[in-house]
């Protein structure tokens, strides 16, 4: 069979199907671009507004007063009490301390979660070891188990080792996740070819070479995506910290206790300081959104 017979019919030939009135087949009219239709914008336009009205919410209870925001039925509009509003509960929580908090233990359980699942991910997906599958069963056994459970022994563990009421006792324990080391693990057995390891192997370079040169690019947008998700649950996790910190050195979701305690709670006021813990997520995203998503699609393009 000569390469003549599998090139595609030319346009020519398709001239006497058009004359005679005919439709080509949808998938010869190449470069054609898809639409989507009324409904689809209708749709998508839903979705987005559910999704934006409890942040939308929080803003309005914010900027409200307490006996406003408990009034039936509520506010759907902004109030003018915002900027006050925003002051007193970063004094009261003490926000600018827990800030700082949250940054350096979501940073460093982000960065370090990434790191450890990318080697994990490498070596469960293109290295071959004895015990290699049974260990991949262990760590999503891991899964399985309910942190309520390691609790207690995690907190002695802590005090043993002097890191109560420390950051350490936080960022330690979740310096790597089982979810992250299956992600990446399905990530790399589709998108890093057994090819480039091989040559890799061929040109003399060893594990943690081929893992530098060659798996950290093909990586990068996996990569990009683990770190948001585990920035965001470690900025937002509440149960742990509250165990294992006090007020005196908290993260943002322990201080914001602050601001519900008394007899009476102030609505307006804790909206406030949850408005106040949001920004820097959304921060994040919108600065870093549109890159993450290009390296999805990068990497898409390219598997």
Do not use: C
């Not at 991949?136 to 005090?159: A, K």
């Not at 040109?203 to 996996?222: C, K, M, T, Y």
């Not at 943002?252 to 920004?279: E, F, H, W």
């Amino acid at each position: 069979m000569t390469t003549d017979t599998l090139q595609a019919p030319s346009v020519t030939e398709h001239a006497p199907a058009r004359r005679r009135g005919l439709r080509l087949p949808t998938k010869m009219k190449a470069g054609r671009q898809h639409h989507a239709g009324p409904l689809a914008y209708i749709l998508l336009g839903i979705a987005t507004l559910v999704s934006l009205f409890p942040l939308y919410w929080t803003l309005v209870a914010a900027s409200s007063d307490n006996t406003r925001v408990t009034q039936t039925p509520p506010p759907f509009l902004p109030g003018p009490n915002l900027l006050d509003n925003l002051g007193k509960a970063w004094q009261d929580a003490a926000l600018g301390k827990a800030m700082a908090n949250s940054l350096i233990v979501a940073g460093a359980i982000a960065t370090a979660t990434v790191l450890f699942a990318t080697l994990a991910g490498f070596a469960f997906a293109k290295l071959r070891f004895k015990g290699r599958n049974i260990l991949l069963m262990l760590v999503i056994g891991t899964m399985m188990v309910p942190p309520q459970l390691s609790v207690v022994p995690l907190f002695m563990m802590m005090t043993d080792l002097g890191w109560g009421q420390k950051l350490p006792a936080v960022i330690f324990p979740t310096l790597v996740s089982a979810v992250g080391v299956f992600f990446m693990r399905q990530y790399l057995s589709d998108a890093l070819p057994d090819e480039l390891v091989e040559a890799g192997r061929v040109d003399g370079a060893h594990s943690l070479r081929i893992f530098w040169s060659i798996v950290l690019p093909v990586a990068r947008p996996a990569m990009a995506v683990l770190f948001m998700i585990t920035f965001v649950h470690a900025w937002n996790d509440f149960f742990w910290p509250f165990i294992v910190l006090d007020m005196t050195n908290p993260t943002v979701p322990v201080a914001l206790t602050q601001l519900s305690a008394g007899y009476v709670r102030d609505q307006s006021l804790i909206m406030a300081g949850a408005l106040l813990g949001t920004l820097p997520l959304l921060a994040m995203f919108v600065v870093f959104g549109r890159q993450i998503v290009g390296g999805i699609m990068q990497g898409a393009v390219k598997g």
